[in-house]
Nanobody, 125 residues
Framework: QVQLVESGGGLVQAGGSLRLSCAAS?????????MGWFRQAPGKEREFVAA????????YYADSVKGRFTISRDNAKNTMYLQMNSLKPEDMAVYYC?????????????????WGQGTQVTVSS
C-alpha cells in the first residue's frame, strides 16, 4: 500500500507563489513510480496539472500552468513538489498528488493508482 500526503496549500494573493509538497510512504512505494499533480475546483472535474517521470528527467504540464508552475521530485526523500508562481484566481482548487505503478507519467487521472487527500489552494484577486 502507498500513502500520499500533500502539504503547502493556503491563501495567497493573485500574483503570489506557493510550493506544494507530496510525501510518499508505504511498503510498496518505489522511487521508480511516476507521479503527478491534479486539481479540482468546485463544480468542475478533476484536471491534470503536471506530471514527472521516475527520475525527474521528463516533465509534463497543462497549457494553463506552463511557464508558471514547476514540478520536481527528490527521490531520496520520497517527496514531490509543485512550485506555483504568478498564481491566478483560476488556479484556486484542491490540489491532489498521485502516483502510479510505472515509470511513465500519464496526463489522465485514471492512469494513477494512489491518491492523496488533497490540499486547498485559495487565490484572492
Amino acid at each position: 500500500q502507498v500513502q500520499l500526503v500533500e502539504s503547502g496549500g493556503g491563501l495567497v494573493q493573485a500574483g503570489g507563489s506557493l510550493r506544494l509538497s507530496c510525501a510518499a510512504s508505504g511498503r510498496t512505494f518505489s522511487s521508480t513510480y511516476a507521479m503527478g499533480w491534479f486539481r479540482q475546483a468546485p463544480g468542475k472535474e478533476r484536471e491534470f496539472v503536471a506530471a514527472i517521470n521516475w527520475s525527474g528527467g521528463s516533465t509534463y504540464y497543462a497549457d494553463s500552468v506552463k511557464g508558471r508552475f514547476t514540478i520536481s521530485r527528490d527521490n531520496a526523500k520520497n517527496t514531490m513538489y509543485l512550485q506555483m508562481n504568478s498564481l491566478k484566481p483560476e488556479d484556486m482548487a484542491v490540489y491532489y498528488c498521485a502516483t502510479r505503478v510505472g515509470t511513465r507519467p500519464y496526463v489522465e487521472a485514471g492512469g494513477y493508482d494512489y491518491w492523496g487527500q488533497g490540499t486547498q489552494v485559495t487565490v484572492s484577486s
